[in-house]
């Protein structure tokens, strides 16, 4: 069972395990997104960027972290809905080869106005590689079970 809403303190931070982003994630991910661009798909053409190579996703990137957040178990069981991300920047890029694990610090937390039973908790996400760089960073909100009922 995760957290409820009153367990989750302004400050608290949690971190992931981490995970190499493969050549195989980016060409599987090419194919379920439709989006062959040429940064992620042609080497020729990625060599002559600032890249220097082709490059993952931005939002392959943000779907592993969403992927490496369930394991924390946090919100397992308590979470009703994902409200939605703001403010999110993709600051760098990710090469195949590179490894990436996610800090999640929980920066708000509020009552929800239209529901008793549940409140809301701001997630700032950051989504870092093997040098501790941030590649990306936003805010993802979610709704959340209470434990007592006011």
């Known amino acids: 069972m995760g957290l409820f809403f009153e367990d989750f303190k302004e400050g608290d931070v949690f971190k ?3 995970r190499t982003v493969t050549e195989t ?3 599987m991910f090419s ?8 940064l992620h798909t042609n080497e020729e053409f990625a060599k002559n960027t600032e890249h220097g190579t082709r490059i993952a996703h931005g939002m392959l990137v943000l779907s592993i972290a969403t992927g490496l957040m369930y394991p924390l178990g946090i919100t397992d ?6 409200l939605g991300i703001n ?11 590179n490894t990436i694990r996610v800090e999640v610090k929980i920066s708000e937390k509020r009552e929800s106005k239209s529901r008793k039973d549940a409140g809301i908790i701001i997630r700032e996400i950051s989504i870092l590689n093997q040098k501790d760089e941030i590649v990306q960073r936003g805010m993802f909100a ?3 079970n209470k434990k007592i009922i006011s």
Do not use: Q
Not at 77 to 82: D, L, S
Not at 87 to 97: C, I, N, P, Q, W
């Open 31 to 38: 194919g379920l997104s439709g989006d062959y661009n040429a």
């Open 25 to 27: 994630d980016i060409v």
């Open 77 to 82: 069981e308590t979470a009703i809905g994902f």
């Open 87 to 97: 403010e999110f920047k993709f600051l760098r890029s990710v090469k195949a080869g």
């Open 142 to 144: 979610l709704l959340v």
């Open 16 to 18: 992931t395990k981490s």
